[in-house]
């Protein structure tokens, strides 16, 4: 058991008399996911601003892509009282945080660095709960991207499919030279971020927002809704034998060490084939899934502050505060393939992917195409999320057709509400 009575006396008198927040006297202690490469990479670019600032970070990273497992080991430490200082999360799960009171009131940070100005209205839904600010948004990142290998693609003399025609034709292709067309991890919340897309391609935005938003049984178990189990069914059929339970980031190798020709996957992808020193346009192409080329399915990453029983500590409102700076919203993404989450960010640092993703994102917001993820949490709470990825991918692994999927998702949603 570590002691903190005296350093937290110190620092209490210090801050009262200098008029600012409390301190807790021991820095940060951040529970996240950033484990693969390229996370690890765009996370120290945080750790070292906010080192310079003289906060002192403990690091707690929880491996296991899109979080399930940093969530299990959250839920373990609030029920210890032990919460950490900040915490990653997304879409739902914040806002589930936040009604329970575990989180601390960033108010007087936000209100000091105009947050209610330049954070897009899509991210406060998640960021600000009854009018209070209970975290700071990171990034936006989005799932309907497809990654592929430059030249596999062009050794086949395959161009950027447009339609999932194309798509389909591509694999083939590659089939026929023996490249694994896609490069896939088994893990159930790959197979729904992969469904983001897929679902979007054939529901178009107003089944999207139907099905995965408002839950309308109609739209679950519609036609549409059994043809992106069709093309589930192809995409299945397009993946290497040894899929199953392999981690995001090892399906991206594959594309970057050309085993694979793509991967569909949120933005995240591209710090992997950034952290392997590959360049967009030259060793590989990033391009929005076929038929949702006007369309964004975002998940941002945010950190909660947790309440460590007072008001926010001098720490906590100083990693807010840095997360952010317009500089290091610029300096983060650029490392971490997502873009600002702030909408007075310049682009002028990002490559071509980033800036088509910022160019993207506004004009989605503007033309009412940006969409929650459900893959990420961000169109409905975790039980539903759970009860479509159970769906999603047991129809991956043929457990049942498609037609039985559309019936077991209605069912699943039903029962998870
Ligand atoms: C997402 C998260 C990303 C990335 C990804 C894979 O949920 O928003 O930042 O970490 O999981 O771990």
Same mark, same amino acid.
């Given at each position: 058991m570590r002691s903190y009575m005296k350093t937290t006396a110190m620092a209490l008198a210090l801050t009262v008399a200098a008029g600012v927040a409390k301190a807790d006297g021991h820095g940060v202690e951040v529970l996240h996911w950033w484990t693969s490469g390229g996370e690890a990479a765009a996370l120290n670019v945080l750790k070292e601003d906010l080192e310079g600032q003289g906060v002192s970070w403990t690091d707690m990273p929880v491996a296991g892509g899109g979080g399930e497992q940093a969530m299990t080991v959250l839920r373990a430490r609030v029920t210890a009282g032990n919460a950490p200082t900040a915490v990653q999360g997304l879409g739902f799960d914040i806002i589930d945080w936040a009604n329970q009171g575990a989180l601390a009131n960033l108010n007087d940070v936000a209100a000091a660095e105009g947050w209610d100005d330049v954070v897009p209205a899509a991210l406060q839904q998640f960021a600000k709960v009854n009018g209070v600010w209970v975290s700071a948004p990171v990034n936006v990142h989005s799932t309907n991207w497809v990654w592929a290998n430059k030249s596999v693609l062009d050794a086949n003399g395959? $161009?950027?499919?447009?339609?999932w025609e194309d798509f389909t034709a591509a694999l083939e292709t590659l089939a026929a030279a023996g490249v694994t067309p896609i490069a896939h991890g088994g893990q159930p919340w790959q197979e729904a971020t992969v469904f983001d897309a897929v679902a979007m391609s054939t529901l178009g935005p107003d089944g999207y927002q139907a099905a995965f938003v408002d839950l309308d049984p109609e739209v679950l178990g519609s036609d549409a809704m059994r043809e992106a189990f069709d093309r589930m069914a192809v995409i299945r059929a397009n993946v290497d034998e040894n899929f199953s339970g392999r981690d995001w980031n090892l399906a991206t190798a594959m594309v970057i060490n050309g085993e694979a020709g793509f991967q569909m996957m949120g933005d995240w992808a591209k710090g992997e084939f950034l952290n392997a020193g590959q360049t967009p346009g030259e060793d590989f192409l990033c391009f929005r899934f076929p038929g949702t080329q006007d369309q964004v399915t975002f998940n941002a990453d945010q950190f909660m502050m947790f309440?460590?029983?007072?008001?926010?500590s001098s720490e906590q409102a100083a990693l807010a505060s840095a997360i952010l700076s317009p500089s290091f919203q610029s300096a983060f993404n650029v490392v971490k393939g997502s873009v600002p989450a702030?909408?007075?960010?310049?682009? $002028?640092?990002?490559d071509a992917c980033g800036r088509q993703g910022i160019a993207d994102l506004a004009a989605a917001a503007e033309s009412g195409n940006l969409f929650g993820s459900m893959a990420h949490g961000h169109a409905n709470e975790a039980a539903v999320k759970n009860a479509m990825y159970d769906v999603i991918t047991a129809h991956f692994n043929g457990e049942y057709d498609s037609e039985t999927a559309v019936e077991e998702l209605v069912l699943a949603v039903e029962i998870a509400q």
């Amino acid at each position: 058991m570590r002691s903190y009575m005296k350093t937290t006396a110190m620092a209490l008198a210090l801050t009262v008399a200098a008029g600012v927040a409390k301190a807790d006297g021991h820095g940060v202690e951040v529970l996240h996911w950033w484990t693969s490469g390229g996370e690890a990479a765009a996370l120290n670019v945080l750790k070292e601003d906010l080192e310079g600032q003289g906060v002192s970070w403990t690091d707690m990273p929880v491996a296991g892509g899109g979080g399930e497992q940093a969530m299990t080991v959250l839920r373990a430490r609030v029920t210890a009282g032990n919460a950490p200082t900040a915490v990653q999360g997304l879409g739902f799960d914040i806002i589930d945080w936040a009604n329970q009171g575990a989180l601390a009131n960033l108010n007087d940070v936000a209100a000091a660095e105009g947050w209610d100005d330049v954070v897009p209205a899509a991210l406060q839904q998640f960021a600000k709960v009854n009018g209070v600010w209970v975290s700071a948004p990171v990034n936006v990142h989005s799932t309907n991207w497809v990654w592929a290998n430059k030249s596999v693609l062009d050794a086949n003399g395959i $161009a950027v499919p447009e339609t999932w025609e194309d798509f389909t034709a591509a694999l083939e292709t590659l089939a026929a030279a023996g490249v694994t067309p896609i490069a896939h991890g088994g893990q159930p919340w790959q197979e729904a971020t992969v469904f983001d897309a897929v679902a979007m391609s054939t529901l178009g935005p107003d089944g999207y927002q139907a099905a995965f938003v408002d839950l309308d049984p109609e739209v679950l178990g519609s036609d549409a809704m059994r043809e992106a189990f069709d093309r589930m069914a192809v995409i299945r059929a397009n993946v290497d034998e040894n899929f199953s339970g392999r981690d995001w980031n090892l399906a991206t190798a594959m594309v970057i060490n050309g085993e694979a020709g793509f991967q569909m996957m949120g933005d995240w992808a591209k710090g992997e084939f950034l952290n392997a020193g590959q360049t967009p346009g030259e060793d590989f192409l990033c391009f929005r899934f076929p038929g949702t080329q006007d369309q964004v399915t975002f998940n941002a990453d945010q950190f909660m502050m947790f309440d460590q029983g007072g008001s926010v500590s001098s720490e906590q409102a100083a990693l807010a505060s840095a997360i952010l700076s317009p500089s290091f919203q610029s300096a983060f993404n650029v490392v971490k393939g997502s873009v600002p989450a702030r909408t007075d960010v310049s682009d $002028a640092d990002f490559d071509a992917c980033g800036r088509q993703g910022i160019a993207d994102l506004a004009a989605a917001a503007e033309s009412g195409n940006l969409f929650g993820s459900m893959a990420h949490g961000h169109a409905n709470e975790a039980a539903v999320k759970n009860a479509m990825y159970d769906v999603i991918t047991a129809h991956f692994n043929g457990e049942y057709d498609s037609e039985t999927a559309v019936e077991e998702l209605v069912l699943a949603v039903e029962i998870a509400q």
